[in-house]
């Protein structure tokens, strides 16, 4: 994949991620009946947004710790070394992530900066996106026929990307630690269900730094293409892990697992992907699949994103949900939806969000990135679930006894 010169933290985004965002959602529909014939930008654009949003991968042969010291890029950027992702509840002057702009200026010496202010001029700017988008949302009568060939979109999605996936993971250390604490040696046994593993992009780079023996990683995907992909890799290895078909919003759990037999949950870039009747279910399955006290770790795009906003007409499907120019569907979350998804069953541990800067310093272009992350328990026994937590969305309402009331509840019908 073409890079840029920048670092190999410049955007946290998982491999299907990157090439959706800068190239099916600009690209013109292939011609079907089921897809509509709107031009979705030019090539030029897409390359050079390309180059503006995707990370540089870095030699997969030295995985990059997370407390490292990475120092500079070739360019002379400051490389990311710490989260850039802000809980929802942490005051606007709590520092942290590497990349703060504090001389507007210099905006366009690098191309990214952790914590991108979010004023009013762009909460408008926001708004007339998605005004117009209302304005010619996808045909009624083809809102159906892509919800009906989801999967074979996202098929249709890995026969074309195949040997196209991002493999550098150092993000995943930064931010969720807890995938690699199991592959010490002394983890004892572990199991980690990947959820919307595509090419298997967080399952082989546990495996390849394991140094359990105990540890197993599942792989599971809507689409039957990507699965395969994954089966076909040479580090595919059925004594360490297994691959197969499962739908997320699917009736139950799949058979291959056991009820209550996972300890962490991977769902990065797949809630999206859902469509939204399903995400109750969802929460079902998810909840039956980990043991008590196990983790999910989430992260997805948030609402406002950029490549929310650059939809054209005809992309609509429903509020915050789209179609893309391959078919494949994405919704764009907001924290109090998470937090009311998740509340009804888990303990919330982490709730933030990722508001980058992206720039194009070429074109002078800014261009926003929101992604939402967080990390939900699965309460022991006897323990209730959306406790709160010191990342706990609460209202600024008080009920009787003065206490301020947890949100985390089930979502609205």
């Not at 082989?204 to 990507?226: H, I, Q, R, W």
């Not at 469509?275 to 043991?291: E, G, I």
């Amino acid at each position: 994949m073409e890079t840029t010169n920048d670092n190999t933290n410049q955007g946290i985004l998982s491999t299907d991620d990157q090439i959706r965002d800068v190239e099916t959602e600009n690209e013109a529909p292939k011609k079907r009946p089921s897809e509509l014939a709107v031009e979705e930008g030019k090539v030029s654009i897409k390359k050079q947004e390309l180059e503006a949003v995707e990370p540089k991968a870095a030699s997969s042969e030295e995985p990059a710790s997370a407390t490292q010291d990475t120092g500079s890029s070739s360019s002379g950027e400051t490389k990311k070394r710490e989260s850039s992702s802000r809980d929802v509840n942490d005051s606007d002057d709590k520092p942290f992530g590497g990349r703060i702009l504090t001389d507007e200026s210099l905006v366009f010496d690098q191309n990214a900066w952790d914590h991108a202010p979010w004023g009013e001029e762009q909460e408008q700017h926001a708004k007339k996106e998605i005004s117009r988008q209302q304005q010619d949302p996808v045909p009624e009568e083809m809102v159906q026929v892509y919800h009906a060939e989801a999967a074979e979109n996202w098929n249709k999605f890995y026969a074309k990307n195949e040997n196209r996936f991002f493999k550098d993971r150092h993000w995943l250390r930064i931010e969720f630690p807890e995938l690699f604490q199991m592959v010490e040696a002394d983890a004892g046994a572990k199991t980690v269900l990947e959820i919307g593993c595509g090419a298997g992009n967080t399952m082989f780079p546990m495996l390849l730094e394991s140094k359990n023996p105990e540890l197993f990683v599942y792989g599971c995907d809507f689409s039957s293409t990507a699965v395969e992909v994954v089966r076909s890799n040479p580090n595919y290895d059925e004594k360490r892990c297994k691959a197969f078909v499962w739908d997320l919003g699917g009736d139950d759990i799949p058979p291959e697992v056991q009820p209550e037999s996972m300890d962490v949950l991977v769902l990065i870039f797949v809630l999206s992907a859902l469509h939204p009747d399903k995400w109750d279910q969802a929460m079902n399955n998810l909840y039956k699949l980990l043991k008590p006290g196990g983790l999910i770790v989430f992260r997805d795009y948030g609402r406002y994103d950029m490549t929310q906003l650059r939809f054209k007409k005809n992309r609509l499907l429903s509020d915050n949900f789209y179609v893309r120019g391959d078919g494949t569907r994405v919704y764009y979350f907001d924290s109090d939806e998470i937090v009311r998804l998740f509340g009804s069953k888990f303990t919330i541990e982490q709730n933030a969000i990722d508001r980058r800067l992206i720039v194009n310093r070429l074109r002078k272009v800014k261009m926003y990135r929101v992604w939402l992350q967080g990390k939900f328990r699965k309460p022991l026994a006897g323990q209730a679930p959306g406790a709160p937590s010191a990342t706990t969305v609460i209202t600024n309402d008080e009920p009787e006894g003065g206490e301020e009331e947890d949100v985390s509840v089930g979502p609205k019908d």
